[in-house]
């Protein structure tokens, strides 16, 4: 009975972390969500632009969220610890990684556009594809910032803070999508760079914002996060640095799996990229549930840790996966039931114009379907590898299983037997389905050799 009230409990603790950030994802997914519908109010050649220019940015995003993910590790590993004075040295190092990060993202953001051409893209995309990319660019500080933070707050505990800007971001860029796009307010009309145009402002305000809630919530008050925030210390920078780079390079694996699958549709024709991204963007939208769940994991997993209590950090890790399982198999059922539902969201069917990517979209869809079940284990296996500090060997397993097992897989039955767009999807299931598994074991083999080791809390040097 003891036993079963330990599981309930890290099942609500768990949950308590879970939903805020889940719905914090989730309102940042509703942002992309918002942007694609609004693309595709402007035609299929404006969705199929902007949706290179969409997949493009958000894949500097995801690599950079990667990198920034080692603030809330190491921060819920010294808050675990009771190290609370290391605390406002990391937050103080996260904001110098923003902005190591920001600098080169920016410049290759605003000049990707040749890049494309060269990757073959059309040059009927490739205009939209510019406007969109050098409109949106100028938000990625504050993107990243609000990254920062976010992982900071979440690792003390206080995730509603964020839930509650984000609801305020996707406002703003409803709104601001609206006013620019078609020219509202007196604001000249300026179609598809509107939409990165209103994603910027969104991102600032969010970011100054979370800023402001940090400094004066009562909670987080006694940190004295943004004390000295200029300060470099070389050791915590290092240590982000090195915990960081290979989820960073993780994440980058995974994104750029999709990238690249993105470019090749573009070589299929405006039907094939279109269909792909609405079936991506539904898929991206539910994957922000397990990703919250994946954030969840590694502050629980760490907290844990940094008590030394390793049978405690295993049982967060599993209730991390068994939760997300549970939810991407409901969305699964959904996707595979009512495709033609969530495709009228994107497109109005009843255009002519429209019929050959509805068709291909339900293909996709219903693979979607399955794939998505794979991607929800595998991204909670890996926030509670890396709530262990383990950064370096599944950076290898994704390679691994993203590109030699899915995107090889997908090629071959895309061009090889003519499948092209589906060939390509069906590769992401067994790409996705191998790394599901090889992560899944290398968290319980690690936590069972760390059970066996003599544990003194980890805490980061103030020397």
């Known amino acids: 009975m003891r036993a079963k009230s330990f599981w309930i409990q890290e099942i609500q603790a768990c949950l308590q972390l879970a939903i805020p950030l889940a719905a914090a994802q989730l309102s940042e997914a509703v942002i992309n969500f918002v942007d694609t519908i609004m693309m595709g109010q402007l035609g299929p050649k404006a969705l199929a632009g902007g949706a290179l220019g969409a997949v493009t940015f958000t894949t500097f995003l995801i690599v950079s969220t990667g990198m920034l993910s080692a603030v809330g590790a190491v921060a819920a590993i010294a808050f675990g610890a009771g190290d609370f004075p290391k605390l406002r040295l990391i937050n103080a190092q996260g904001f110098w990684l923003t902005l190591l990060l920001s600098l080169p993202l920016m410049l290759l953001t605003w000049h990707f556009t040749p890049i494309l051409r060269q990757l073959g893209q059309s040059e009927d995309h490739l205009p939209l594809t510019q406007a969109y990319l050098q409109s949106i660019v100028w938000g990625l500080p504050a993107a990243l910032g609000f990254i920062a933070l976010r992982n900071m707050t979440s690792a003390l505990n206080r995730p509603r803070l964020v839930m509650i800007i984000m ?22 009309t300026l179609g598809i760079a509107g939409i990165g145009w209103a994603s910027t402002l969104a991102f600032w305000v969010k970011f100054l914002l979370l800023g402001i809630g940090i400094f004066y919530d009562r909670h987080l008050k006694p940190y004295h996060l943004f004390t000295r925030c200029y300060q470099i210390h070389l050791p915590v920078l290092w240590e982000l640095l090195r915990i960081g780079t290979p989820s960073a390079l993780l994440f980058l694996v995974e994104a750029s799996l999709f990238t690249v699958i993105t470019y090749l549709m573009g070589l299929w024709g405006t039907v094939s990229l279109a269909a792909h991204q609405i079936a991506l963007q539904t898929a991206a939208t539910t994957f922000m549930i397990p990703l919250g769940i994946a954030y969840a994991t590694t502050m629980r997993v760490g907290q844990n840790l940094g008590r030394c209590d390793v049978k405690s950090a295993k049982r967060s890790g599993i209730v991390g996966i068994l939760l997300s399982s549970w939810f991407m198999s409901l969305m699964a059922m959904i996707l595979w039931f009512f495709p033609e539902l969530v495709i009228t969201i994107y497109l109005d069917v009843n255009q002519a114009e ?110």
């Open 167 to 188: 609801v305020t971001g996707i406002l703003l860029n409803v709104g601001g999508n609206y006013v620019l796009m078609f020219g509202k307010l007196g604001f000249p």
């Open 354 to 463: 429209n019929i050959e990517v509805f068709e291909l979209s339900k293909s996709l869809l219903k693979v979607a379907a399955v794939f998505q079940i794979f991607d929800g284990v595998q991204v909670v296996a890996n926030g509670a590898l890396r709530g262990i500090k383990d950064t370096k060997i599944p950076l290898v397993i994704g390679i691994v299983c993203y590109w030699l097992v899915g995107f090889s897989s997908g090629y071959l039955l895309a061009q090889r037997l003519g499948l092209q767009a589906i060939g390509l999807w069906l590769g992401c299931v067994f790409g996705l389905m191998t790394a599901a598994v090889v992560l899944t074991w290398r968290f319980f083999h690690k936590v069972g050799y760390l059970s066996g080791q003599s544990c003194e809390p980890i805490v980061i040097s103030n020397q």
